[in-house]
């Protein structure tokens, strides 16, 4: 199977607002998209602004670290904001309907490592990494399946 | 025979834990917590570094009917003498909430007796009154592991919310601290300690949003700074020494309690705009355990002429009592539910206010 992959390098933090503005652009339910990257890389700050630009009137969109997982519906269809970091197993990830989200809504995932071999072998990964400044971030983008090769054509060629 | 009391069953299940309570409020007001236990996921798991939730809504289930059962048996009460029963039915995690509204639709059907979904977080904003008798409108500050918000808690069903937080709550920021220097869980009592050997000075964390007005908060920047922090002093000296360890926890501390300090000087502001008779500010949830944050908060009330009141820890973590509580309140409103209660995983208490905003379409500033 083949991987394909591309970086950007987010400057600062509005540079991360834009970018996941510009995701919320190409995203459709079904999409699973993974959040990889330590604490304090800004996969939370990622997902704020995704969820909080696909909606006509902005909902807060607070940590999901201790509720787990959090619903919007969006302009484009209903988000599931979920930080798997608290959860101990595949069991946790079924008895949450995760996997029937995976189907239905656009799911953005914290911390899926917890996942193990339940990810979706359509999922779209973002790797958030330290940057050269305080506030900047390289971001490595990876998937599987070919069908993203075309839809983030607007970012692979930017 | 005149009643001269009322009794009320309380089940939560919203959130890690499992809960049922009994209590009895008397004629005269007065309210008694009869029965309150918790079969909790205090077990620390290691790998994880913190509480692991019980997602399972089999598991909540089970523990409720037992929950239940051993409440009545510690009130020494039968399902016979409970007036109305009061269940958590939102917000929460939906397998957790669905066991407990399944569960108290049986009690209410099997015996007939009135049903009356509560929100987990009035359960919250309501335990001063069980507590302390407060009268509306109060001033809260709910601040715990997943919340941080100011309310003006107007009646049981009124709330206006001032202010929050509009990333991190400050309990998982001290999680995340701990996480982050190697502290063991949960969190905000190892930060404390660690902290009581500090010197808060030495690093300088950002008070996010301080320079704001309002009452939001944001404190997910203070943890990017802290970890920020930790990289530099440990690719100075290969890793962390104790004292590090103390001057980091003590400046993180100081900066949570100096946001939390002057974001609640000005929601008092806003709240005695209400000219409140005898005003008073409660702050409630696992933060106002912190000594250092609390006694700062108490200077705050102290130096805006406001009583400072902080329900006791065991009914500011996840309890039935509270919900039991509640759900008075809202049967001396009128408020009945029947078996269309159903389960709402998200219930914000105020409705009428738009999205804390500061962070998404622009970026915050953190």
Redesign the interface.
């Known amino acids: 199977m083949s991987h394909f992959s591309f970086d950007l390098a987010l400057a ?3 540079d ?2 834009e970018l996941a ?1 510009r995701f919320s652009k190409v995203l459709k339910p079904g999409d699973v998209i993974l959040l990889d990257g ?3 890389m ?1 996969k ?2 990622f997902a ?2 995704l ?3 696909s909606q006509d ?7 999901p ?7 919007y519906d969006t302009e484009i269809g209903e988000i599931w904001h979920t930080d798997l ?4 197993g595949a ?2 990830i079924i ?3 995760l996997l029937d989200a995976f189907e239905t809504s656009i799911c953005l995932v914290e911390w899926p490592d917890r996942l193990e071999t339940l990810v979706p072998q359509s999922a779209l990964r973002l790797r958030f990494s330290p940057g050269p400044t ?1 506030d900047a971030r390289q971001v490595h983008v990876t998937w599987t399946q070919a069908a993203w090769t075309t839809r983030l054509e607007p970012f692979t060629h930017a | 025979m005149q009643t001269t009391s009322l009794t009320f069953l309380g089940l939560e299940s919203s959130c890690d834990d499992t809960a049922a309570a009994v209590l009895r409020v008397f004629s005269d007001g007065t309210r008694h917590i009869l029965a309150s236990t918790v079969m909790g996921q205090n077990t620390l798991h290691a790998d994880f570094g913190g509480v692991v939730p019980e997602i399972a809504a089999r598991a909540h289930a089970e523990r409720i009917d037992v929950c239940v059962q051993d409440a009545l048996r510690d009130a020494e009460l039968g399902l016979a003498d409970i007036d109305a029963i009061g269940v958590t039915s939102g917000p929460g995690l939906i397998g957790g909430v669905l066991a407990g509204v399944m569960c108290a639709k049986g009690l209410a059907a099997g015996s007939g007796k009135p049903l009356i979904g509560v929100n987990h977080l009035a359960g919250h904003a309501l335990t001063p009154r069980l507590t302390d008798g407060l009268e509306f409108p109060y001033l809260m500050l709910l601040v715990s592991g997943g919340h941080c918000q100011f309310l003006i808690v107007k009646d049981a069903e009124t709330y206006s919310r001032i202010g929050g937080t509009i990333d991190d709550a400050p309990g998982e920021a001290f999680d995340k601290t701990a996480r982050l220097l190697g502290l063991p869980q949960p969190g905000g009592p190892s930060v404390e300690q660690a902290a009581l050997k500090g010197n808060d000075t030495r690093f300088k964390f950002p008070r996010p949003l301080l320079d704001r007005d309002g009452c939001d908060m944001s404190f997910s920047g203070l943890k990017t700074a802290l970890l920020r922090t930790r990289d530099v002093l440990v690719a100075e000296h290969g890793g962390l020494f104790e004292t590090d360890i103390a001057d980091v926890s003590a400046g993180f501390q100081t900066a949570v309690a100096d946001v939390l300090a002057e974001k609640s000087r000005r929601a008092i502001a806003t709240y005695l705009e209400l000219s409140p008779k005898d005003p008073v500010i409660a702050v409630a949830g696992g933060v106002a355990a912190n000594k250092f944050i609390r006694s700062r908060l108490e200077q705050v009330a102290h130096d805006t002429g406001v009583r400072f009141t902080a329900p006791p820890l065991a009914l500011c973590t996840d309890n039935a009592a509270m919900i039991a509580n509640a759900a008075f309140e809202l049967y001396q409103r009128g408020v009945r539910h029947d078996m269309t209660l159903s389960a709402r995983p998200r219930w914000p208490l105020d409705t009428s206010r738009p999205a804390m905003l500061g962070s998404g379409k622009k970026g915050a500033k953190a």
């Open positions: 600062c933090l509005d991360t607002a503005q330590d604490i304090g800004g939370s700050f704020r602004c969820i909080q630009s009137i902005p909902e807060d969109v607070p940590s670290t201790f509720t787990i997982v959090q619903t970091y608290r959860l101990s069991d946790d008895e949450l309907g305080e």
